[in-house]
Each structure stands twice: as C-alpha cells, then as structure tokens.
C-alpha cells in the first residue's frame, strides 16, 4: 500500500518558518513525483510545489516562489517542503500526494495516495 504522512505543521506568526515533512512508504521513491498542495476553508486545493524524484526537478507555484524550498531525503523516503517567510494566505491544510506521470503543472487531479493533510497558520 502506498502511504505518505504529512507532519510539521503549526501556528507561526507572519515572516516566520516551518519545514514540513512527507513520510512515503509502500513504493519505489524514485519512480514518481511527490507534490505539495494546500487547501483553505472555502477554496480549491491548489498544487504549491512538487519534485521529480528520479530527476530532481522541482516546480513552484507563483506565490511561493522564493520563499518555499522542496528537497529530499531519498535515504529515509522522505520530502520536505522548507517555508520561509511565511504570510496569513499561507494559511490552509498542506497535503502531500505522488504521480507517476511526467507533469508541467501541478494539477491535483494527476497526483494520488493524499496523507491526511497538516494544518498551518500563519497568524498577522
């Protein structure tokens, strides 16, 4: 069974950081793309950032360029998701999700296997 469990997330204020970190088990590491997406109350889930693992290449949306840094650990199966500067519309619940597709886009409806998701909230 292909598992990802989300973690690290918090209440920060404006400006501060946290790391989250997508725990993946259940499958080759290197065969898929893992994404990051967020979803607040009343909006669409929206693809924040996502690495090819076999390539590492790495996507961005447009607000977080800059500030947010995706990484991993290939040894522990493990993504992280580096968020600096953190602003109250960071405010949502970050998923973790894979895709063996070849993407140009971070479309939720590629990606599968969601973890349950980690709250952050970014107070002003």
């Known amino acids: 069974e292909m598992l990802l469990v989300e973690s690290g997330g918090g209440l920060v204020q404006a400006g501060e950081s946290l790391r989250l970190s997508c725990a993946a088990s259940g499958f080759t590491f290197d065969d898929y793309a893992i994404g990051w997406f967020r979803q607040a109350p009343g909006k669409e889930r929206e693809g924040v950032s996502c690495l090819v693992l076999s390539t590492g290449r790495t996507m961005y949306a447009d607000s977080v360029k800059g500030r947010f840094t995706i990484s991993s650990d290939n040894a522990k199966n493990t993504v992280y998701l580096q968020m600096n500067s953190l602003k109250p519309e960071d405010t949502a619940v970050y998923y973790c999700?894979?895709?063996?597709?070849?993407?140009?886009?971070?479309?939720?409806?590629?990606?599968?296997?969601w973890g349950q998701g980690t709250q952050v909230t970014v107070s002003s």
């Open positions: 999700a894979l895709t063996p597709f070849s993407i140009e886009v971070i479309d939720p409806g590629d990606f599968g296997s």
